[in-house]
């Protein structure tokens, strides 16, 4: 269950396809305070920061990940 606070909401800058992952690069006035291997929610999918540079981070979603958390496939 996420219990967590909703600081504000990213801009994505950059989408990257890596075989069947996805790496989502966001911008955010908070980048300071993350930290590598650290987890965030995104819209309720919590993705791990793999990158930071300037006010930029990025984070990976895995093919399973992508999979589950697809709405348009109309699936729970």
């Known amino acids: ?5 909703v ?3 990213a801009k994505v800058t950059q989408l990257v396809k890596d075989q069947d992952n996805l790496h989502i ?3 955010c006035s908070f980048v300071d305070e993350l930290r590598i291997d650290q987890s965030v929610s995104h819209n309720g999918v919590c993705l791990t920061v793999v990158k930071k540079e300037g006010q930029t981070y990025t984070v990976t979603a895995i ?4 999979e589950k958390s697809d ?6």
Do not use: K, V, W, Y
């Open 25 to 27: 690069s966001l911008s």
């Open 63 to 66: 093919q399973e990940t992508l």
């Open 71 to 76: 709405r348009r496939r109309g699936q729970p």
């Open 7 to 9: 600081e504000e909401t």
């Open 1 to 5: 269950m996420f219990s967590g606070i």
